[in-house]
């Protein structure tokens, strides 16, 4: 196998890995969140039952998605060295303004909020749980933006200083808003809260099941259903169709992979189910007439780009980028109608809690997500081949030239063998994290004794022996 | 251009950070199988950075996206150049991560014990590779003219270098032990206060030996204190700092000689950083092809965008870290939801 094939693979694997971890982190934060002002707003005990129980989860996920995600930063140094020269004056400090402003945000919370259960009061863990959750999502907004200025690279002026070409920043505003940052940056956003509503959802639904803790599993259905469900179809009609439109404009080599479009046509349709031959240049299945023309356009005869305006030696793989999208899309509607027959369900005589067929689709539904999610993480990437900056730099003149291949040979094994233990071990605690279930409840008098206000929390006074209430 | 020179300093203060902060931790796990005697004093271990070690690991992360931003060509040698060496550093990260998360999630005596000894190899691996990286970069490697070079895993491992990485491992465990002094108490605190005086004089041998061994080896390093003589304070306050932290822990004065500690660290960094400025990374096949901070930085706008974030970020930063230690301060108390 060739050096650039080895190097893309372990990239692609690790970074898929570490793909599995934040958008749970991301999602599970938004209902920590409304689970956290439940919580200060009615004073009910059951919601600091939900965040004990959820924090501890969101801790496993977040150690997870550290650990694999240093990984991601050292390996454009190691096995991309030609990139990160050529880009490191853009790319390398989106990522540096991640590390300031995300990272040390979450890692200075996180602390706070996994002991908070036992050691904060309400409004205090509400407090640092929304300190971490927005460390989180500027996180992922500077890694969006890093990424979509890869996509549809602006602001830059390409020079040789003696090193080989690199690009320098000529503006950082462009740099910031590229024409792809705020839709993919939604779409992402969007895709992460239904992932994380999805896990709680699921493990409501086996609650429900198995007939254990079914007054908080039906308050978790209760919170997370409409979300997800609203999330959903805003996807598949908003976010979702921006972003294609965003690809139709700024891509357009990518959208015809994705949708096996070889001919530049108008009234072009939309493929729903099928296949695709590069070597014949056809696309057959189930196809909607005139549907991408009109999704790309808002009209049935605007005119959709083919391959065929595209030298061949800049195509990606077309029938893997037509399939993985289409596992995306495909993925992305079945949530529309998981959501909303389970709405009806409910609404419809309070029946969801006895539909043991939604129960279990339901209790499916985080496999979904996050088949949905990483098939579209790889849509953007393996589309945008075979640049690893659009149009600027080919991803097969990027790599470290002075690693061996016997060398990343070796470690692509290496995190093949390291990361199929630490999945097997992450789901075999998780699992015996919802086996064991939500903390008892707490004494209503415990919780008034924990620190609630920034001076009893630095006194570490409780509230009965600095004598308020 | 003086914001190559600014960032210089700020890379080496954030890489200090890390030192200092993570050091402790990693010390904690190189100490953890010579001072536990049982799964509670283990626990009461890990409970000590249970709150602060994922914070203080940011600081690498932080580190690696600063020398990317502000000195790509320096992440690019450096890390492809050392390409296994890193592969090894990611491996034993993500190894300590799973020890210390999975650890007391089961009972069950060789489950625990097995990631116990994993906590304390990967504690102890992330410290040696990163004292014999150090190392290299100090003894200068084969750096070509394109910026580029492979250093064999087995060339990586040279005298000085180990010698190097050893000394790290004695620092870091003495700067855990005083930590530990903080948090602990009973007989694992008796413990820890016999062998923190014991730590100081192995790492106190070990680092004199070292200082003559970096001033007998290079003679460009010598140079640049001799022209900059100003410099010299700072192995001499770092001197001073060793000294006065001996006299605290003596004096079982510990919080204040975890400041010293603190302060050494940071100082002996600072040493190093003199030394070298304005080289990032030497050759040693020829002076021409070193990566300097003036040859090897991004750009003045780059520059310019990242200093007004770190003007912005690292007083934030500095306060919410601050107030997380101040909250978590006090000896450990184990419950149902620790480690």
Request: aromatic fraction near 12%; proline fraction near 4%; glycine fraction near 8%.
């Amino acid at each position: 196998m060739s050096a650039e094939v080895l190097h893309r693979i372990q990239f692609g694997l690790t970074i898929s890995f570490h793909f599995i971890f934040p958008p749970m982190s991301l999602g599970l934060g938004l209902v920590l969140i409304i689970f956290g002002v439940q919580a200060v707003r009615t004073d009910d005990p059951k919601w600091r039952r939900l965040s004990m129980f959820w924090t501890r989860v969101y801790g496993l996920v977040f150690a997870m998605g550290i650990a694999t995600g240093i990984v991601q930063e050292f390996q454009f140094g190691t096995n991309w060295a030609v990139y990160s020269r050529y880009v490191g004056n853009i790319f390398g400090s989106l990522l540096a303004a991640e590390g300031i402003f995300a990272f040390m945000l979450e890692g200075g919370f996180l602390g706070l909020m996994l002991a908070g259960g036992r050691r904060l009061g309400n409004r205090l863990w509400l407090f640092a749980t929304t300190m971490v959750v927005a460390g989180a999502t500027f996180s992922a907004t500077w890694i969006i933006m890093a990424n979509s200025w890869m996509q549809t690279p602006q602001g830059y002026e390409l020079r040789d200083d003696g090193h080989g070409t690199q690009a320098f920043m000529s503006s950082f505003r462009d740099v910031v808003f590229t024409p792809s940052f705020g839709p993919r940056l939604w779409h992402t956003l969007v895709a992460s809260w239904m992932v994380g509503t999805s896990l709680v959802l699921s493990v409501a639904a086996y609650y429900l099941l198995k007939r254990r803790h079914v007054q908080l599993a039906t308050t978790m259905i209760r919170v997370t259903l409409p979300v997800f469900t609203v999330l959903a179809v805003l996807q598949v009609t908003v976010f979702g169709a921006n972003m294609a439109t965003e690809v139709a404009t700024r891509q357009p080599a990518k959208l015809a992979a994705m949708e096996g479009v070889y001919r530049t046509q108008d009234c072009a349709p939309m493929t729903i189910v099928g296949w695709t031959n590069p070597a014949a240049q056809t696309t057959e299945g189930i196809q909607v007439p005139c549907l991408l023309s009109l999704l790309v356009g808002q009209s049935t005869s605007t005119t959709v780009q083919g391959l065929d305006d595209v030298p061949r030696d800049q195509w990606a793989d077309v029938p893997v980028v037509f399939h993985v999208y289409h596992l995306m899309i495909n993925a992305g509607m079945l949530f529309v109608l998981i959501g909303g027959v389970a709405c009806v369900l409910w609404a419809w005589k309070r029946k969801l809690w006895e539909q043991r067929w939604m129960l279990r689709v339901l209790v499916a539904s985080i496999v979904l997500t996050q088949i949905a999610t990483l098939s579209g993480w790889w849509t953007a990437e393996l589309g945008r081949q075979p640049w690893i900056v659009w149009q600027l730099l080919r991803t097969s003149d990027a790599f470290s030239p002075n690693v061996g291949v016997g060398q990343v040979g070796a470690t692509v094994a290496m995190f093949a063998v390291l990361y199929t233990v630490v999945l097997g071990v992450f789901l075999f605690l998780l699992d015996r994290i919802i086996k064991a279930g939500p903390p008892d409840e707490p004494e209503p008098e415990e919780i008034d004794l924990l620190p609630d206000t920034w001076a009893e929390a630095f006194r570490h006074r409780s509230r009965a022996s600095s004598g308020s209430r | 251009m003086w914001l190559q020179t600014v960032w210089f300093v700020l890379y080496v203060a954030v890489i200090a950070g890390y030192v200092i902060l993570d050091g402790f931790d990693l010390g904690v796990g190189m100490l953890s199988v010579f001072v536990a005697r049982d799964d509670r004093e283990q626990r009461t271990l890990l409970n000590s950075i249970g709150p602060v070690w994922d914070g203080n690991e940011v600081w690498l992360v932080v580190a690696g996206g600063a020398l990317f931003a502000a000195f790509p060509l320096v992440y690019a040698a450096l890390f492809s150049g050392f390409y296994l060496a890193m592969m090894l550093v990611l491996l034993v990260l993500i190894l300590r991560t799973i020890a210390i998360e999975f650890r007391s999630k089961r009972e069950g005596r060789r489950w625990r014990r097995t990631w116990d000894w994993f906590f304390f190899a990967s504690s102890s691996g992330i410290t040696l590779l990163l004292g014999v990286a150090l190392g290299n970069v100090i003894r200068g490697v084969a750096l070509d003219a394109g910026g580029n070079m492979d250093v064999s895993l087995v060339d990586l491992l040279n005298p000085y270098s180990l010698a190097l990485g050893v000394t790290a491992v004695a620092m870091l465990s003495l700067h855990g032990g005083i930590y530990l002094t903080l948090k602990v108490d009973g007989d694992l605190l008796r413990r820890v206060e016999r062998l923190v005086p014991k730590l100081m004089v192995v790492f106190f041998v070990l680092m004199t030996g070292m200082v003559a061994w970096t001033a007998g080896l290079d003679d460009e390093v010598a140079g640049r204190f001799r022209d900059r003589a100003w410099t010299l304070a700072f192995p001499t306050l770092a001197l001073a700092s060793a000294l006065g932290a001996w006299r605290l822990i003596r004096a079982t004065r510990y919080l204040a000689a975890f400041g010293a500690s603190a302060m050494m660290i940071g100082l002996l960094m600072a040493t190093v950083a003199a030394g070298l400025y304005p080289v990032m990374l030497p050759s040693s096949i020829d002076v021409a092809n070193d990566l300097t901070i003036h040859n090897a930085s991004s750009a003045e706008p780059t520059l310019m965008v990242m200093f007004v974030f770190a003007l912005i970020g690292l007083p934030f930063v500095l306060l919410y870290t601050a107030g997380v230690y101040y909250f978590f301060r006090g000896r450990v108390v184990l419950d149902d939801g620790s480690y």
